[in-house]
């Protein structure tokens, strides 16, 4: 089973940085797509920034030159990078990730337990 594990996350105040990992384990043949994620209390979970197997990224407007994704494909392990941290950024950070299982030679689409960041004003 491919599993992702998260880790980073925390206390910290508003203009403040905190850098996310997600490390991906288990069997795996490759990774195409990551992401991450987040859900704030009472709102749906949305996509904070994406990042393609070739480095092609993506991100939400809400985030947009404050935020950076990025991944080492020999460590399977991608990163956020998150700079002048605004309390509306409070929220559990999910990380995912689809790609092919080198056990089962199947595909995989995996998300990670959640980390949580709260950033007070």
């Known amino acids: 089973q491919v599993r992702l594990l998260e880790s980073g996350g925390g206390f910290v105040q508003a203009g403040g940085s905190l850098r996310l990992s997600c490390a991906a384990s288990g069997v795996i043949f490759s990774i195409n797509t990551m992401g991450w994620y987040r859900q704030a209390p009472g709102k749906q979970r949305e996509l904070v920034a994406g990042?393609?197997?070739?480095?092609?990224?993506n991100y939400s407007d809400s985030v947009k030159g404050r935020f950076a994704i990025s991944r080492d494909n020999a460590k399977k392990t991608l990163y956020l990078q998150m700079n002048n941290l605004k309390p509306e950024d409070t929220a559990v950070y999910y990380c995912n990730a689809d790609g092919v299982d080198g056990d089962t030679w199947s595909r995989f689409l995996s998300w990670g337990q959640g980390t949580q960041v709260t950033v007070s004003s």
């Open positions: 990042i393609s197997g070739r480095g092609s990224t």
